[in-house]
């Protein structure tokens, strides 16, 4: 079946709203600028996409002045993908410059959009990184003194958390997209397939079925259930009895899906099936949790109960599911003790696994967005009884 998928990119004034909201936290909290130099803040500010964010050797800059349209600080390299967003102040150096990448112009730039006072945010919280080198950075701080960085994490943490309606169409689109992939899949597969086949054929469907690319697929077989779900696929063949699990997070338009689907190879253990059917429940009662007001924690929890009377053994993960959207995992987390608040606009997993025997584990996700009452599954919901190939 053909999906239409939405239209790619967005309109100006999706990141005019962007940074308006930014511009007023800055302000509530005493900021003069904000800095950011990762990928998805980048991206969020600007519309900045490439695949060039995989080579480390050149930084990127884009700072948000008190007032006004951020300012682009970034190599050459990247001066005309840049000049196709709404941005009109692209300041560029020729990187690769070891013994100044950027830190001059940057400074120089910093300096002029404060005015030289206040301080300036920078995320430094969990889940945040500095997307340039120490020592740069370490000197930066000097040339721009008395300017001072602030943790500006509160603030990127709840602009991203809560996704417009247009960030939420994209990812609905992925995840209906990779829907009918896995309920596609059983026609695909056979008994003898080695774990290297599989992977490479749910790849090739998936980009056959649109998406843009597959940047995260983990799984695994394994006799009445796969002992380890993050190593590469081997070259195991299938057997009578092996559970399958396949968690992929495959991306339209630089936004993701993250779910995942299990599948038995003819008849498997009736522990194996019973353990599906514990996840299976344990979503519903997180489903059921999912509303405006209700805490991560009470996901978790919720999900939890139902695991621990289904006779789960434990759960190593640490948590039952995350945010989503621009990166594969976003904050916050599903964990006991994450307080954060569920909002409307808010793209979660839930995501309870279990291990159910010795060196077996049962794991189930699904994707979700927070509304004024019941969620919105994104992902179409998992069959009920475990499906079976062959």
């Not at 959009?113 to 945040?128: D, K, Q, S, V, Y």
């Not at 006799?223 to 699990?245: C, K």
Request: aromatic share 8%; net charge negative.
């Amino acid at each position: 079946m053909s999906i239409t998928p939405p239209p790619r990119g967005f309109p100006v004034s999706e990141f005019e709203t962007r940074t308006a909201k930014a511009q007023a936290r800055m302000a509530d909290a005493g900021l003069s600028a904000l800095l950011v130099l990762t990928e998805p803040e980048v991206r969020y500010f600007t519309g900045f996409l490439t695949p060039f964010w995989q080579s480390p050797t050149r930084p990127w800059f884009v700072v948000i002045p008190a007032t006004g349209k951020p300012v682009a600080v970034i190599p050459t390299i990247g001066a005309e993908c840049m000049a196709r967003t709404w941005l009109d102040d692209i300041r560029t150096w020729p990187a690769p410059v070891p013994q100044d990448e950027g830190v001059s112009l940057l400074a120089e730039t910093l300096k002029e959009l404060t005015a030289g006072r206040g301080n300036i945010g920078l995320p430094m919280g969990p889940e945040t990184s500095l997307r340039m080198s120490l020592n740069d950075f370490e000197r930066l701080k000097d040339i721009i003194a008395p300017l001072q960085f602030r943790d500006a994490s509160p603030i990127i943490r709840a602009l991203r958390m809560v996704k417009s309606e247009l960030e939420i169409d994209k990812t609905r689109h992925i995840c209906q997209l990779l829907s009918g992939v896995f309920e596609d899949l059983p026609r695909h597969l056979s008994l003898g397939m080695t774990e290297i086949d599989i992977f490479r054929t749910f790849k090739t469907r998936t980009l056959a079925a649109g998406a843009d690319d597959i940047a995260f697929l983990v799984g695994g077989l394994g006799e009445g259930g796969p002992a380890d779900i993050i190593s590469p696929p081997s070259d195991r063949r299938s057997r009578e009895g092996d559970v399958l699990i396949l968690d992929t997070g495959a991306v339209f338009d630089g936004y993701y899906c993250d779910f995942d689907r299990n599948y038995a190879f003819g008849d498997t253990t009736g522990a194996a099936k019973q353990a599906y059917q514990v996840v299976y429940q344990a979503t519903e009662a997180g489903l059921a949790a999912a509303r405006p007001g209700a805490t991560c924690a009470d996901l978790f929890h919720a999900m939890q109960r139902v695991m621990d009377a289904g006779g789960a053994m434990g759960n190593d993960v640490g948590r039952l599911g995350h945010g989503l959207g621009m990166q594969l995992t976003e904050w916050p987390s599903n964990t006991a003790t994450d307080m954060t608040v569920l909002e409307p606009g808010m793209i979660m997993t839930l995501e309870p696994g279990m291990t159910f025997a010795e060196g077996k584990v049962m794991v189930h996700e699904e994707n979700i967005v927070i509304r004024d009452g019941t969620p919105e599954l994104l992902s179409r919901r998992a069959p009920a009884e475990l499906p079976v190939i062959g």
